[in-house]
């Protein structure tokens, strides 16, 4: 499975973004998908994840409530809907896949994207 994640950018204070991430090579209808990111000079922390039917859901409390995640699966592509966004959010942002159920541990999960810097100006 190959994940490229694309979406991220330059944007303000309060802003938004939607990062999107796309499979290839295998379909990723039975995965778990999860968003993780790096902050500079940090550890790659959990950010959001969901079930390969989008029926479950799991957030970060940093960003409860500001970010959704959904999947199409039919496109094999899992969203992140980022508003409201802070300068605390810059990171570069990945994308992950498991197969197994919701997990916040990125040891978990098997296969990874490369990273979408996102950066939220002040």
């Known amino acids: 499975v190959q994940l490229q994640a694309s979406g991220g950018g330059l944007v303000q204070t309060g802003g938004s973004l939607r990062l999107s991430c796309t499979a290839s090579g295998r379909a990723v209808i039975s995965y778990t998908m999860g968003w993780f990111r790096q902050l500079p000079g940090q550890e790659r922390e959990f950010v959001a994840a969901?079930?390969?039917?989008?029926?479950?859901?799991y957030y970060a409390d940093s960003v409860k409530g500001r970010f959704t995640i959904s999947r199409d699966n039919a496109k094999n592509t899992v969203y992140l809907q980022m508003n409201s966004l802070k300068p605390e959010d810059t990171a570069v942002y990945s994308c992950?896949?498991?197969?197994?159920?919701?997990?916040?541990?990125?040891?978990?999960?098997?296969?990874w994207g490369q990273g979408t810097q996102v950066t939220v100006s002040s």
């Open positions: 969901i079930t390969w039917t989008g029926g479950s859901t």
């Open positions: 992950a896949a498991r197969y197994g159920s919701l997990s916040t541990y990125e040891r978990y999960y098997k296969y």
